[in-house]
């Protein structure tokens, strides 16, 4: 049994209790922990760890709070090795900032735009100084030391109010957890854009840039009433995420064509997502399973939502069920007016913007177009001019897009969330138009919960598919040199951006015009390896903001400049 997770601040409590010699040996040690055998009862945990040494732990609903509440009965204890260990092998907890959580409606009064108190600015201060030693020392060297100066930053910063850093940096913190301990989910792509986000928002928390709202973020997603609604189901979407949730999210149109959501996510795999398909809808008592108001519809009073376009579960929020509406009858109808230029743009702004103020729905695509056939493990989608490709993002969606692409020439209507990274490529959700459905599948066809049969969507005929489009790049060819800079100061460090040579890709940027991206790759290169030395030669650690400004520049650059590549693209394939 793994040992129990632990509050952030209590990682750097406890390591900071240990002599040096010792805290060095932790990194060494952690494998010890599986040997360990560790009982869990009635809100306490105890180890064995040989004939003379207990380990104790007093928990608060299943974690360790307080550094206090670990006790060893070896003769060191309390700056001995195993509380160490205990802590620096545990899962960080999350109990306070959870994303997923069904909660009742909070409803959040306006907040009046106040500038950022010191306390905050402190807190984002010592969050940026945590990061930038993650920076210097690379994940690969950033061991359970660096982690618990990070962890105990992000405890600060969560006292402070400053909810979205602290969620962000308990990202990071556990990626480099993961890149420590060879763990499958760790991605360098991912650690580096969080690093880039977290950086970034504290650099504007310390100099008090933007809506000082939005940079706080909630320690609880917060709702404002939003009255009567009538909603119209759109599609039921399976979601299974990496970090460990699964279940459904239910779309919803109002009369007005905005779009609302309703989630039933839970800690778990893709077993959930059948379950929560067909368990109740959390908002009101109208009787509807999630999978029935994706194809029915509801009439709210009283409804309280949240900046993302979720609905409130309060007490006080009533709803009954109504009936619904096919894709060809408003106000669902007006979902595919609108031109696919505009809904890539509006779908590339809302991939700016933090996740609690970003609505589901503005990452949607509504797409009407003939089938072309297979491509690859895509569906060739012809739209206006330009074609276009479907995938899916579990094994029921892609067995029936197999069967879709078998219904070449037939004329279909997607829901489908936009990739940015990959122009022309789109994740489907759900399928409705010209096809052969039984009762049970009215209106649509969810793709990742429903099953279909090749009767359902009979061929046309043969149609020559044509040549496979060109898709971009998800780094674009310029943003290369940099970016490949930019990924290994993340994993090696200030070192290996020190020792790179650069020269040649800045020679080559400015030669072709890209005097900005040469220009950030430069001062990159330069301020890693400006180090100054005393008057022994020693190198003397550098603790200025130099290099960590450095990076964040080149961070921020890659991602904007791939970002408006990635919508040109996006349009040009659509067009």
Known sequence: MTVPPVAPAVVADVLDALPPRLRKRVDASLDKVASWTVATESGAARAELDADTVLTWTLHDGVLTSADDLVCGCLLAPKCLHRGIAVAAADVSDAVVTADEPVEAVVAEPEVRVEVREDERAAAGELWDACSTVLRSGASGSGVVVRAELLRAVHVARVAGLHRAAATGLRVASALNAARTGASTFDRRVLTADLVDLMLLCHDLRTGTGDTAVLRGTARRE?????????????????????GYAGVVTHLVDDSGVLWTVPSIMPGGPELVVAAASGPVAVGESGLSQR???????LLSGGTGSPDRRLGAGKAVRAVSASGADWT??????????????????????????????????????????????????????????????????????????????????VLRFVARILPERPGTAVALAVAGDLVLPADLRHHVDLGLDVLQRSHAPGDGDVELPEPVAVGERVPAALRPLDNVLHRVTLGGRAVAAVASTGRDVAVLAGHGLTGTAAVLADLTTTSRDRQRDAFGRVVRDAGDSFPMAWLRAGVHVREFGQAVAQRAWLAAAQ
């Open 292 to 298: 029935a108001l994706g194809r029915g519809g509801l």
């Open 223 to 243: 709702y404002t009433p939003i009255g009567s609604l009538r909603l119209y189901g759109l599609c039921t979407e399976a979601v299974v995420a990496s970090s």
């Open 329 to 410: 009858s408003p106000p669902l109808a007006g979902l595919w007016e609108t031109p696919l230029a505009d809904q890539v743009a509006r779908a590339f702004a809302a991939a700016g913007q933090p996740e609690s103020h970003r609505p589901s729905g503005d990452s949607l695509l509504f797409l009407e177009g003939t089938v072309l056939g297979a491509a690859g493990p895509a569906v060739r989608l012809a739209v206006g001019e330009g074609q276009l490709d479907l995938v899916g993002a579990g094994e029921r969606t892609r067995a029936n897009l197999k069967v879709l692409a078998g219904a070449t020439g037939r």
